[in-house]
């Protein structure tokens, strides 16, 4: 997403940085200098979030007993 004060690359499939996400983010970089012309650069961040997938849990909010600890569960 390219906004007029931010440029977000998300993902749900990382496969690793040098080889996989490192063009993505260059291309998005790239693509923005040449559509949007930034004067300058504020800040830069990575964000990464853990993702769980538990075979059999499809639906959500599934079962997570076991794989989550039980004080960062939702009642």
């Given amino acids: 997403m390219v906004k007029s004060d931010a440029l977000v690359v998300e ?5 690793g ?3 996989s996400f490192s063009p993505i ?9 040449q559509t949007c012309r930034p004067d300058g650069v504020l800040r830069i961040g990575l964000r990464y979030v853990d993702e769980i997938r538990v075979p059999g849990v499809e639906s959500i909010p599934g079962d997570w007993n076991g794989y989550i600890a039980e004080q960062l569960l939702a009642a």
């Fill in 11 to 15: 993902t749900r499939d990382y496969r």
């Fill in 25 to 33: 983010i260059a291309d998005a970089l790239e693509a923005a200098q």
């Fill in 17 to 19: 940085w040098e080889n």
